[in-house]
């Protein structure tokens, strides 16, 4: 055995050393530090991605089983976004923003997004664009082809042309089954092909007559290539080489209309949906099969590809409920065709989907988009088949405030919904009064987020969506959002057009989620509202509305009581018109007041009210009383025995005021709460025996005291987050930020407690940043800038080791410390070596090794404990002798994986260099021996030592607890002076 415990040897250096330990630890403050690592799950006005606006195209379903497309509008820099939409997950992110070279004064990756994308076995994604080139833009008529991976990386031009070479069609490239590249020139006329990467580039002899439209290029079984031509019903096929070109169906008369979209069907024959032209006469078009047909509006038709055999499938004019526009059409996987419209006027139905056979039988309308909702109009193209079986397409306006998005139904037609509501780039005013650049996000949650127990956490915001307003004093707008607690799946499910929705929702037993909206004084709910929402896009409903006698302003969160029924609270309104407490069923009906409120029961309600183990609702008042300094009521679940528990204000003493929440009833019958000022109270369930438990100082609390299943209690306040000790009243501060930090966000919200290692909490603001810098700057200690408020996500943090670099030590190698050097680290939990530990977000070198270290504090003045850290004290380590080491334990027992670098060359790795090995050390002090080899070499090297409750480990890697602490020490010879006897006087 190389070790000795609690050897007998060292008893006397135990006792002094003791003693200087005790009383270092009787210094320390009883505030612990920052203990949780926090993750941004998402920044609102933080670069998450460029918005994207007016969606155009079709969809196209990838490898991934995502599907991708095009916005002409907006992005970074307004120019035109790619996005992707995964049908699975709701997750809409702009993959890639299209970038202008100004300092050039011309769009180099192009504008104008048009079409619909096309992937290659590889990936690559390959589309088109307008306005590729040009020294002052917009010249809308050069085009551009380009590809990029699906992820928005390597976008890369392929070939540009100007106006004067052709514009390439709108409808995109083709890619052929012989890996070539093939498009079509519309101005000047003409067909190329190239290779993927976009060398290889001809051009292919074609008639100089010809001039194709906007419809891509479609490969026929037979290898050959089909087109459609500028006007009329002209299809054309070529072979890939340039030769065989012939006419497959040609127009007889003018104002014959266009083609927008043909196929190759199962059966070999061409289907195409042609749009016919308005506001001219009927024309008469003739195929040699004598074929003579009356012809205005959009229709359907097959034909062979010789040309035979020309059958109309379906006319748009036989169907007075349909729009008149054909837009898109698709072969779902069940063989029918499924088609849409929109009409260019002002009429009810501004959009379809419909179905039929490929014989033309079996008319199906599937879904009418209506000009007086706001489910969405003006379809992009047709519908897209997803890995799901659901349809999917584009619209590119008529949500909300014009904003387009993605929409989905079955191919039944049920199940229609707003997949997601695209968001566009406004420049509003800051509440600063200058300018500044937005996204039209969700802004400043002050509710912050509920758990939905379906992997998403659901939230409310008090600006933001579509319905922007021009001032940060504006009492509107705001959103209803979700994001999985990844950070992924982020989608604003409604935005508000009116109120501000400043309270958390409430998740009904139903699974319907609850909420209040303030309204302020706005039309047409001057006085507020509730509403309810599903946990998808298109589902929101406002089903009661306050007129100022039954309640004005609702605030805080709804709860549900053991009845099923949904209790509030009012900020004004009622009888004396300092609110109300209220209850009604969840569908709306029965609503009542069970309480009118005095001024001398409460007023300035934030919070809602709590329903506690003893049958009776609690709640807390920030103002009202005898004092005017707040009240603890409760009352029966109907109003009655309404009564004022506590009175806020009679100790005349500023952490005496103010109570901001229903306090907690715990199981001891007695309540505990916060006050405006941060003292954490309790008293008997009846408001006697009051006592403050601490003044913590933290500034304004921010959300309700809430009780962590590991029973002790969390809030947070305008720029921290605690957690006390239900039982010593430790209090640990779980994050810290500077609310005046130029690279900090701003106020805490409230918190969810999924567990005592998972916690979220919303920020409501930040600064604000120029966004033409550096929107992922990270700031001390590692808070990105969030602008219009975020989702923060607290879990444990990582304490690494801060052993030196090569250059520090003068060592062959680095000891690993850093993420990127695989250092060691331990999430910060479970037991510790010495009082202390920190969370970092990465490790740092320092030459000494005590970059990790920590300076304390007793009346003001700092301590530092020279040579040493606290976790564990070392004595002389001399050749082919015994070294002393004292290690100190708390937060439990665990086990030591310890070494000493004894040839100095940067690493612990080598053979007789681990000195413990899951070493079992018990709480509080334990004393070791540590074997020096004759072979070490001397002078200063430097140890590690790890602590956990599994053990095992190495000097490098992730442990799931404890903490690793590096040290400096020196190896001296086998005669050299000093010994362990004065191991004391060095600490």
């Known amino acids: 055995m190389s070790y000795q415990r609690r050897s007998k040897l060292c008893q006397a250096a135990k006792l002094l050393?003791?003693?200087?330990?005790?009383?270092?630890?009787?210094?320390?403050?009883?505030?612990?530090?920052?203990?949780?690592?926090?993750?941004?799950?998402?920044?609102?006005?933080?670069?998450?991605?460029?918005?994207?606006?007016?969606?155009?195209?079709?969809?196209?379903?990838?490898?991934?089983?995502?599907?991708?497309?095009?916005?002409?509008?907006?992005?970074?820099?307004?120019?035109?976004?790619?996005?992707?939409?995964?049908?699975?997950?709701?997750?809409?992110?702009?993959?890639?923003?299209?970038?202008?070279?100004?300092?050039?004064?011309?769009?180099?990756?192009?504008?104008?997004?048009?079409?619909?994308?096309?992937?290659?076995?590889?990936?690559?994604?390959?589309?088109?664009?307008?306005?590729?080139?040009?020294?002052?833009?917009?010249?809308?008529?050069?085009?551009?082809?380009?590809?990029?991976?699906?992820?928005?990386?390597?976008?890369?031009?392929?070939?540009?042309?100007?106006?004067?070479?052709?514009?390439?069609?709108?409808?995109g490239v083709l890619l052929a089954g012989d890996g070539r590249l093939y498009g079509a020139l519309m101005t000047a006329g003409g067909i190329f092909r190239m290779n993927p990467d976009g060398s290889g580039f001809e051009m292919l002899a074609v008639p100089e007559t010809l001039v194709p439209s906007n419809h891509r290029l479609v490969e026929g079984s037979d290898g050959l290539l089909y087109g459609a031509s500028e006007q009329g019903l002209d299809i054309?096929?070529?072979?890939?080489?340039?030769?065989?070109?012939?006419?497959?169906?040609?127009?007889?008369?003018?104002?014959?209309?266009?083609?927008?979209?043909?196929?190759?069907?199962?059966?070999?024959?061409?289907?195409?949906?042609?749009?016919?032209?308005?506001?001219?006469?009927?024309?008469?078009?003739?195929?040699?099969?004598?074929?003579?047909?009356?012809?205005?509006?959009?229709?359907?038709?097959?034909?062979?590809?010789?040309?035979?055999?020309?059958?109309?499938?379906?006319?748009?004019?036989?169907?007075?409920?349909?729009?008149?526009i054909a837009r898109g059409m698709m072969a779902g996987s069940d063989g029918k065709l499924y088609i849409t419209c929109e009409s260019p006027d002002a009429v009810d139905a501004r959009g379809a989907v419909f179905r039929i056979n490929q014989d033309g039988s079996g008319y199906e309308l599937l879904h009418l988009f209506k000009a007086e909702t706001d489910e969405g109009r003006d379809v992009a193209g047709g519908v897209t088949e997803g890995s799901d079986g659901r349809l999917y397409g584009l619209l590119e306006a008529g949500m909300g405030a014009g904003a387009g998005g993605v929409y989905g139904l079955a191919n039944d037609g049920s199940g229609y919904a707003i997949e997601h509501q695209c968001i566009a780039m406004e420049l509003r005013n800051n509440w600063q009064g200058s300018s500044h650049l937005h996204t039209g996000d969700a802004a400043y949650p002050v509710g912050g987020v509920i758990d939905g127990g379906d992997e998403f956490l659901y939230g409310t915001t008090m600006r933001g969506g579509v319905f922007p307003r021009m001032s940060f004093e504006a009492r509107s707008g705001g959103t209803v959002f979700k994001i999985r607690k990844d950070g992924s799946g982020y989608q604003i499910l409604h935005s508000a057009e009116y109120g501000g929705i400043k309270a958390p929702l409430c998740l009904g037993s139903n699974g319907v989620l609850y909420g209040v909206n303030l309204a302020y004084g706005e039309e047409p709910n001057p006085n507020g509202f509730l509403?309810?929402?599903?946990?998808?896009?298109?589902?929101?409903?406002?089903?009661?509305?306050?007129?100022?006698?039954?309640?004005?302003?609702?605030?805080?969160?709804?709860?549900?009581?053991?009845?099923?029924?949904?209790?509030?609270?009012?900020?004004?309104?009622?009888?004396?018109?300092?609110?109300?407490?209220?209850?009604?069923?969840?569908?709306?009906?029965?609503?009542?007041?069970?309480?009118?409120?005095?001024?001398?029961?409460?007023?300035?309600?934030?919070?809602?009210?709590?329903?506690?183990?003893?049958?009776?609702?609690?709640?807390?008042?920030?103002?009202?009383?005898?004092?005017?300094?707040?009240?603890?009521?409760?009352?029966?679940?109907?109003?009655?025995?309404?009564?004022?528990?506590?009175?806020?204000?009679?100790?005349?003493?500023?952490?005496?005021?103010?109570?901001?929440?229903?306090?907690?009833?715990?199981?001891?019958?007695?309540?505990?709460?916060?006050?405006?000022?941060?003292?954490?109270?309790?008293?008997?369930?009846?408001?006697?025996?009051?006592?403050?438990?601490?003044?913590?100082?933290?500034?304004?609390?921010?959300?309700?005291?809430?009780?962590?299943?590991?029973?002790?209690?969390?809030?947070?306040?305008?720029?921290?987050?605690?957690?006390?000790?239900?039982?010593?009243?430790?209090?640990?501060?779980?994050?810290?930020?500077?609310?005046?930090?130029?690279?900090?966000?701003?106020?805490?919200?409230?918190?969810?407690?999924?567990?005592?290692?998972?916690?979220?909490?919303?920020?409501?603001?930040?600064?604000?940043?120029?966004p033409s810098g550096n929107p992922d700057m990270i700031g001390e200690p590692g808070y990105p800038i969030i602008p219009q408020g975020g989702i923060l996500k607290l879990v444990p943090g990582e304490d690494f080791g801060d052993a030196p670099n090569a250059s520090q030590s003068g060592f062959t190698q680095s000891y690993p410390v850093t993420l990127e050097?695989?250092?060691?680290?331990?999430?910060?939990?479970?037991?510790?070596?010495?009082?202390?530990?920190?969370?970092?977000?990465?490790?740092?070198?320092?030459?000494?090794?005590?970059?990790?270290?920590?300076?304390?504090?007793?009346?003001?003045?700092?301590?530092?404990?020279?040579?040493?850290?606290?976790?564990?004290?070392?004595?002389?380590?001399?050749?082919?002798?015994?070294?002393?080491?004292?290690?100190?334990?708390?937060?439990?027992?665990?086990?030591?994986?310890?070494?000493?670098?004894?040839?100095?060359?940067?690493?612990w790795d080598d053979e007789g260099e681990q000195v413990f090995q899951s070493l079992p050390i018990a709480e509080g002090d334990t004393w070791l021996l540590i074997p020096i080899p004759a072979n070490a070499e001397l002078g200063k090297t430097y140890a590690r030592f790890r602590l956990s409750t599994a053990g095992g480990l190495s000097p490098r890697g992730l442990a799931d607890d404890g903490e690793v602490e590096d040290y400096e020490v020196t190896i001296s010879g086998s005669e050299g002076t000093g010994s362990n006897d004065d191991f004391a006087n060095a600490y």
């Open 17 to 171: 050393a003791a003693a200087v330990f005790l009383l270092l630890i009787s210094s320390l403050s009883t505030m612990a530090q920052t203990s949780m690592k926090v993750e941004v799950l998402r920044g609102f006005g933080v670069f998450n991605g460029p918005p994207a606006y007016v969606p155009v195209g079709e969809l196209l379903k990838a490898e991934d089983g995502r599907l991708y497309g095009y916005t002409r509008e907006d992005g970074t820099n307004g120019i035109g976004t790619v996005f992707r939409f995964d049908p699975a997950s709701k997750e809409f992110t702009a993959i890639k923003s299209l970038a202008p070279n100004l300092a050039e004064g011309f769009f180099t990756e192009g504008q104008l997004l048009l079409g619909s994308l096309q992937q290659d076995g590889d990936g690559y994604l390959y589309g088109i664009t307008r306005a590729g080139q040009g020294v002052n833009p917009p010249f809308y008529g050069d085009s551009m082809f380009f590809r990029l991976k699906p992820d928005g990386s390597e976008f890369t031009s392929l070939k540009k042309f100007s106006s004067a070479e052709g514009v390439a069609v709108a409808d």
């Open 531 to 770: 509403f309810r929402i599903g946990r998808d896009v298109g589902t929101y409903e406002r089903f009661y509305t306050f007129d100022g006698d039954n309640g004005r302003n609702p605030v805080g969160k709804l709860i549900e009581g053991p009845d099923g029924k949904l209790y509030g609270l009012t900020e004004k309104g009622g009888e004396f018109d300092w609110g109300v407490a209220y209850r009604l069923n969840k569908d709306g009906s029965g609503y009542e007041v069970i309480h009118h409120f005095q001024y001398s029961e409460g007023a300035s309600f934030e919070h809602g009210m709590i329903y506690q183990s003893d049958g009776k609702i609690y709640g807390g008042a920030m103002g009202g009383g005898v004092a005017g300094h707040g009240t603890v009521f409760r009352m029966n679940s109907d109003g009655s025995d309404f009564e004022v528990v506590f009175e806020f204000g009679s100790l005349n003493t500023d952490q005496h005021k103010y109570g901001v929440s229903p306090p907690l009833l715990l199981q001891d019958n007695k309540l505990y709460g916060l006050t405006r000022y941060t003292s954490f109270y309790r008293m008997n369930y009846d408001g006697s025996g009051f006592e403050m438990l601490d003044a913590l100082n933290g500034n304004f609390p921010m959300s309700e005291l809430l009780q962590g299943s590991d029973n002790n209690f969390y809030f947070s306040t305008e720029y921290n987050v605690f957690r006390i000790d239900r039982y010593n009243r430790s209090i640990e501060r779980l994050m810290f930020q500077a609310g005046n930090s130029p690279v900090r966000g701003d106020t805490a919200g409230q918190l969810t407690i999924v567990s005592p290692d998972e916690i979220y909490l919303t920020q409501t603001a930040g600064p604000l940043y120029d």
């Open 236 to 324: 054309f096929r070529i072979a890939k080489d340039g030769s065989d070109f012939q006419t497959v169906v040609a127009p007889r008369g003018a104002n014959v209309g266009v083609i927008v979209r043909f196929f190759e069907g199962s059966d070999g024959k061409l289907y195409v949906l042609q749009r016919g032209a308005w506001n001219a006469e009927p024309a008469i078009l003739s195929r040699g099969d004598n074929m003579d047909i009356l012809f205005q509006g959009s229709r359907v038709f097959r034909v062979d590809k010789d040309g035979s055999n020309f059958t109309v499938l379906f006319q748009f004019s036989s169907q007075t409920d349909l729009p008149t």
């Open 821 to 907: 050097e695989d250092g060691a680290r331990h999430r910060v939990r479970g037991p510790l070596l010495g009082s202390r530990r920190d969370a970092e977000k990465d490790g740092a070198h320092s030459a000494s090794a005590h970059g990790d270290d920590e300076n304390y504090t007793t009346g003001g003045d700092p301590i530092t404990i020279a040579g040493s850290k606290e976790g564990v004290k070392l004595g002389v380590l001399r050749q082919e002798a015994h070294g002393i080491a004292c290690v100190s334990v708390a937060g439990g027992n665990g086990k030591l994986d310890a070494w000493i670098d004894f040839n100095r060359d940067g690493d």
